[in-house]
């Protein structure tokens, strides 16, 4: 028996994170998280927002503290 997943459920599956922390980006879709085995970012850094300052993208690091996003979607 095999499970039809959607992209992003696929993609999550795949695509493992450097690290899940109980941070507001984690439930939004335009989150683009650090890859396991990355050494590139610093260890701070969880991901960045493809929404916000595109094409810069803005680094979120897991000490930040956001209540409230105007660029937040659900993934679900």
Do not use: Q, R
């Not at 095999?2 to 992003?8: D, E, G, H, Q, R």
């Amino acid at each position: 028996m095999t499970a039809k997943l959607s992209p992003v459920e696929f993609l999550a599956h795949v695509l493992t994170p450097e690290k899940k922390t109980d941070h507001i980006c984690w439930k939004c879709k335009y989150l683009k998280w650090v890859l396991k085995g990355s050494g590139f970012p610093p260890a701070d850094i969880i991901g960045w927002c493809k929404k916000i300052h595109w094409p810069h993208y803005w680094c979120i690091s897991e000490n930040d503290v956001i209540k409230k996003c105007y660029a937040f979607e659900s993934i679900k």
